[in-house]
């Protein structure tokens, strides 16, 4: 997989189509949730396998921190470490910002991924969009 920042129109469009598949499609988040008004203060990332956009993420600078959003892979992708690779990307570009600390809030399914990346656990379970999730952080 190809991880690009998103730089283009087409390459966002790429990027909306994986978020939309996943979070709208598979796992009924509203899209007006999916979509806010967060979207233009973001760093957009999506990945590319053989041309065919397979991940996607955004990443917000906020206080002190890179906060990583929206990060998500293709159902047919998944378990191929796409996921870490574009967490990865992230990571870097959070680093090359001057910032040290990653935050994310993680479905808690996916908790021991991020785990398994770094992340700490540092909340309780709240719900977001109808789904668990716990926040966890990261020193870079």
Known sequence: MIVKIVATDEQLKDAYYVRRTVFVDEQNVPPELEIDDLENEAIHFVGYDN??????????????YGKLERICVLKGFRGLSYGKQIISKMEKVITDKGFTQAKLNSQTHAEE?????????????????????VTMIKTL
């Open 113 to 133: 991924f991020y785990q398994s990346l770094g992340y700490q656990t540092n909340s309780g379970e709240f719900m977001d969009a109808g789904i668990p999730h």
């Open 51 to 64: 041309d065919l956009p397979i991940a996607a993420s955004r990443l917000r600078l906020v206080e002190n």
